[in-house]
């Protein structure tokens, strides 16, 4: 165990703090959460732990909208990031103003947002879903006869609408590390490897979703891995999952979607910018200075929570 662990592992103690970690960050961090007495999970698992553990600090490591989800979720507690910059494509492209315009504009239809968004577009929403949830989710308002307005990723949106048939109005944004993936390449990828099983983040367009075996949350993924009986997987999601892969299938081959294609700029880089911003040596400073705390309005938050609590119901 390095210096900088048994330095993070004392500050978390001496402060009742917990560490909660997402997939996609450095494999290190994912680790020391676990040894640690708190988790690595999807954003879903990651909210309701944060809800229910005892600590007094939660930190986040992962982007802002899990640590804004955690303090919305436990506003008593002290909820730090280890990065105030690390953001998501998909909350920045769904600014509450235009949002809320919208909703507005379509007050017929129930608001159903992802987890990834700002506090504020959660306020907004009438659900606030994950990736892991959405589908079941939707199917449910739809056996109730409602029709929905879905934001704020289009892969997502389409994917479930296409699942469900329900009917969606959608908001045009997008993950910046999923829409890399390339359907041709992984088509020509699979010709090399045909016992493989592509599994696929429904965060990807749908040419990447309709060449998948499984489709899912990154806990649905890790899953597949461990379960399935197939010996060789072709994943399309951040390549910070690999790390908990190969710890749950060691003797499996995982490989990596391609991202090369036509309007490429590399081969395989599908790793969110900023889950890389999360790091050992910022998470001891944020613990140490107390640094990067997550801030929300009590009336945004309380409203917030409605949204979300109601997915924690959902899915008990
Ligand atoms: P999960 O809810 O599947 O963990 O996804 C979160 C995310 O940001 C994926 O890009
Ligand atoms: Fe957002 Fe995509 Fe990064 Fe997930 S991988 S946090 S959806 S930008």
């Known amino acids: 165990m390095s210096r900088i662990n048994d330095q993070i592992k004392a500050q978390l103690k001496a402060k009742n703090a917990v560490l909660v970690a997402h997939y996609y960050v450095d494999g290190a961090l994912q680790d020391l959460a676990e040894a640690s007495g708190g988790i690595v999970s999807d954003s879903l698992e990651m909210a309701r732990f944060g809800q229910n553990c005892e600590a007094d600090i939660i930190v986040v490591a992962g982007v802002k909208f899990m640590g804004e989800t955690a303090k919305i979720l436990s ?17 920045q492209d769904c600014p509450i103003d235009a949002f809320s315009k919208f909703c507005d504009q379509h007050s017929d239809r129930v ?10 577009v959660k306020a907004r929403a009438d659900w606030v879903v994950t990736s892991g949830s959405a589908l079941n989710v ?16 289009k892969h997502l949106g389409n994917y479930v609408q296409q699942q469900t048939h329900a009917d969606m109005l959608i908001w045009q944004g ?10 041709d390449a992984l088509a020509n990828l699979k010709k090399h490897h045909p016992q493989a099983a592509v599994l696929v983040h429904p965060e990807s367009p749908q040419s990447v979703v309709d060449l998948a075996d499984v489709v899912g949350s990154t806990t649905a993924l890790i ?33 990596e ?4 294609g036509q309007g490429a700029d590399c081969e395989s880089c599908a790793h969110c910018e900023w889950m890389a911003m999360n790091t050992l040596e910022n998470c001891l400073s944020t613990l140490t200075t107390g640094n990067n705390e997550i801030k929300i309005d009590a009336f945004i938050n309380q409203k917030a929570k409605k949204s979300i609590q109601k997915l924690l119901d959902f899915t008990a």
């Open 138 to 153: 939707v199917k449910h308002l739809k056996d109730q006869g409602k029709k929905i307005l879905w934001a704020p990723d």
């Open 257 to 260: 979607a391609p991202t090369a």
């Open 174 to 183: 997008s993950c910046i590390v999923h829409e890399r993936f390339k359907a």
């Open 223 to 255: 899953n597949a891995v461990k379960n399935r009986k197939e010996q060789t997987f072709i994943i399309a999601t951040d390549n910070g999952i690999f790390h908990k892969m190969r710890a749950v299938a060691p003797h499996k081959t995982l490989i």
């Open 75 to 91: 506003p008593e507690k002290t909820v730090l990031v280890l990065d105030a910059g690390a953001t998501c494509s998909l909350d």
């Open 111 to 120: 608001v159903v947002v992802y987890a990834n968004t700002s506090a504020a």
